[in-house]
């Protein structure tokens, strides 16, 4: 899946597309992390800054010139999740960098999170979903088609609450 699927499932998206896209360092954060991120996430960050959907769903875009804050930010995110997984609760999954562990790249206003499972490359990672009442959901697909499936409709929301997104979900970006 792609950005555009993602703008032809969330049409208030398009006219929020930056005109040219953001100069991040890419190089920082994937030194920093130690591994490439997938090409929708990239393209979508570069379009977008950091995305909300629904005013319930955000989507984590690093800023340019900050790269190192994003990547220092991420590995707080593992950090805590390393204390979760020794405490059993992160679904069975384990947490990046382990083969197919998981990293974040979005959360709810509710304390969902929402995930790549680090398996194979980059672009073939896959997103789990840790709903707040320990809801766990794997989509076999990118992050892209995830968002596309849940704001089309032909993703249910699982772990998430039943009207989300809803129709014509707001969406705003900043």
């Known amino acids: ?11 208030g998206l398009v006219a929020q597309r930056l005109q ?5 360092d890419w190089a920082v954060i994937f030194g920093g992390l130690g591994t490439q ?29 900050y790269e190192e804050g994003f990547v220092e930010s991420a590995r707080m995110d593992l950090a805590g999740a390393e204390e979760m997984s020794q405490k ?27 995930h790549w499972r680090t398996e194979g490359q980059p672009n073939e990672w896959t997103v789990v979903v840790a709903g707040r009442n320990d809801d766990w959901f794997h989509h ?3 992050l892209t088609s995830y968002l596309s499936g849940l704001c089309s409709g032909t993703i249910p929301p699982y772990g ?15």
Request: no cysteine; net charge negative.
């Open 1 to 11: 899946m792609s950005i555009e699927s993602l703008e032809a499932a969330l049409p």
């Open 20 to 24: 040219t896209p953001r100069r991040i």
């Open 37 to 65: 991120l997938p090409d929708d996430y990239v393209g979508l960050a570069q379009s977008y800054p950091r995305l909300e959907i629904g005013r319930f769903l955000t989507v984590t875009a690093p800023a340019p010139g």
């Open 88 to 114: 059993g609760m992160t679904g069975g999954y384990p947490v990046f960098p382990a083969p197919g562990g998981l990293l974040r790249w979005g959360s709810s206003i509710d304390g969902d999170e929402f």
């Open 140 to 142: 076999e697909g990118s």
């Open 160 to 174: 998430l609450p039943p009207n989300f997104p809803g129709p014509d979900p707001a969406v705003s970006v900043g």
